[in-house]
């Protein structure tokens, strides 16, 4: 991930100063979707390991989102 962001920021600087060619503005496109997914991915993973508790301590977790969870939890192997 880190050498995915350093040469993101490589291409982003290079970019402003003295711009890119054909090959690196797709290198750059492409590295950008695989750092988005990757973000996305991770950002799922926590929002699905989320309970959302009001002022008062009741659990007030989204419907939709108590489902996805408990789809998951079905479908991991016991341990």
Partial sequence: MR???TRINELSNQAKTNGLTEAE???QSNL?????????????GMLLNVTIYDPNGDDVTPD????????LADSRPDE
């Avoid at 939709?64 to 789809?71: E, I, P, Y």
């Fill in 3 to 5: 050498a995915l962001l």
């Fill in 25 to 27: 503005q797709t290198e």
């Fill in 32 to 44: 950008r979707s695989e750092y988005m997914s990757i973000f996305r991915g991770s950002m799922e």
């Fill in 64 to 71: 939709k989102l108590k489902s996805v969870q408990a789809k």
